[in-house]
């Protein structure tokens, strides 16, 4: 596959070779050969057609297409610019006034946001469901459901969905289904082919991989790609050719850098669970971990995200953990090539659902999310264990 490496977004015309990427092409105007050009233009919208920088230029198109490429049953890919701005695109585009919104009660906390501000205001209700438990979203079911928004694992508390089996459900409820997929990618879990209509990723995660850029996209089957299309040019979202040049960069190298960091993740997760200071290893990955079963049923991979939960202590201990850690640095976001650590506090977000792990009050739950880059497992899991030493001191 040339996974947007056409001949003409890489070579000249009528030279018989190119360069291996596609260049910057920084536009605004694109120019057309006469007024009948110029007319004839407006019968088409597609990728790959001069037409205005709105509408992109080769080096978004060639992003775009590598990104449908690795999407199965993917019509095509819309890129805006940031996840957030892909799940608000897509949200918008879906959801008129007087729509139910269903959304997952583990979804990134953004989304949260944006269901209680924008998707309120213009009288979207939205109705959290338990990630875990099917009887809870057919309890959230009402004649005005219209879209469920999917997000597994969840970013935060790392349950995994049954996506096949809710994107059935809503299918049979009329219900368009949208997924975050940005934590396995269409790599580790190819969406449309599970059944769901609509799926997104942060490209700033995982594709982008070295934390310099931001980006989202969303790819569709046939049924939903040109009203994402047609909505996100309404909106004016427009990604810069620097930006998606770089995040075309790093697509080239995620499925190796994935690979690394979930190996990587993985046994940071088994050395975790050993530990008698560590209640709960939240990762999906490793057998025993809630949704482990759904994750070795549907998923072709994963990554370096996961969560634990310290067994007692209490925030303070947990803040002097993170502290204390020297090669995880402390900041938002994950899938770059660098650790992080971020607190993990259930309670604050959760809604509908209990904190899914028995025995515990969500509010006594003290957790941290890692974010494992492309270190040495070794050092990182030195680095892990003076941490504790400083949590044991700090929890008495
Ligand atoms: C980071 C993230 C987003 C948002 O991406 P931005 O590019 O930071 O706006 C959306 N969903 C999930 C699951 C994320 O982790």
């Not at 997952?104 to 979207?124: H, M, Q």
């Not at 309404?234 to 994935?258: E, I, K, Q, Y």
């Not at 003290?366 to 494992?372: E, P, Y």
Request: charged share 20%; net charge negative.
């Amino acid at each position: 596959m040339l996974a947007g490496r056409r001949p003409e977004w890489t070579g000249i015309e009528g030279h018989p070779s190119g360069v291996v990427s596609p260049a910057v092409w920084r536009a605004s105007t694109h120019l057309y050969p006469d007024m009948a050009a110029l007319r004839a233009g407006h019968a088409f919208n597609e990728d790959g057609r001069f037409y205005y920088g709105r509408r992109g230029a080769p080096t978004q198109w060639a992003l775009s297409e590598a990104l449908t490429q690795l999407e199965p049953e993917a019509a095509g890919t819309v890129l805006y610019p940031s996840g957030v701005a892909a799940i608000a695109g897509v949200l918008l585009a879906v959801l008129k006034p007087g729509d139910v919104l269903l959304m997952t009660d583990n979804a990134y906390e953004p989304s949260r946001n944006l269901a209680r501000g924008i998707l309120a205001d213009i009288g979207v209700e939205t109705r959290w469901f338990d990630p875990c438990d099917l009887a809870s979203f057919k309890a959230a079911l009402c004649p005005k459901a219209r879209a469920v928004l999917l997000e597994s694992p969840g970013s935060l508390t790392m349950e995994v969905c049954d996506v096949p089996a809710l994107a059935a459900m809503a299918r049979e409820h009329g219900m368009v289904s949208i997924l975050d997929n940005t934590w396995a990618g269409p790599t580790g879990f190819a969406a449309l082919r599970h059944g769901v209509d609509i799926t997104l990723l942060a490209l700033t995660k995982h594709a982008g991989g070295h934390s310099d850029v931001m980006m989202g996209s969303a790819a569709a089957g046939p049924e939903w790609f040109d009203r994402l299309r047609r909505h996100s040019q309404m909106l004016g979202t427009v990604v810069s050719p620097d930006d998606a040049a770089l995040v075309l960069r790093g697509l080239r190298t995620m499925g190796l850098r994935l690979e690394r960091s979930a190996a990587t993740g993985l046994r940071i997760a088994q050395w975790l669970e050993q530990r008698a200071d560590v209640a709960k290893v939240l990762c999906p990955m490793l057998a025993g971990s809630p949704g482990h079963e759904l994750w070795q049923r549907d998923f072709t991979g994963g990554c370096g995200l996961f969560s634990f939960v310290f067994k007692g202590g209490t925030g303070a201990a947990r803040d002097a953990f993170i502290d204390a850690l020297q090669l995880f640095g402390i900041g938002y976001s994950w899938g770059g090539f660098e650790s992080l650590a971020t607190p993990l506090d259930p309670a604050r977000v959760r809604t509908a659902s209990a904190w899914p792990f028995a025995g515990m009050d969500s509010a006594d739950v003290f957790g941290v999310r890692l974010a494992i880059g492309l270190e040495d497992a070794g050092d990182l899991i030195a680095d892990l264990e003076q941490a504790f030493t400083i949590w044991a001191q700090a929890a008495v």
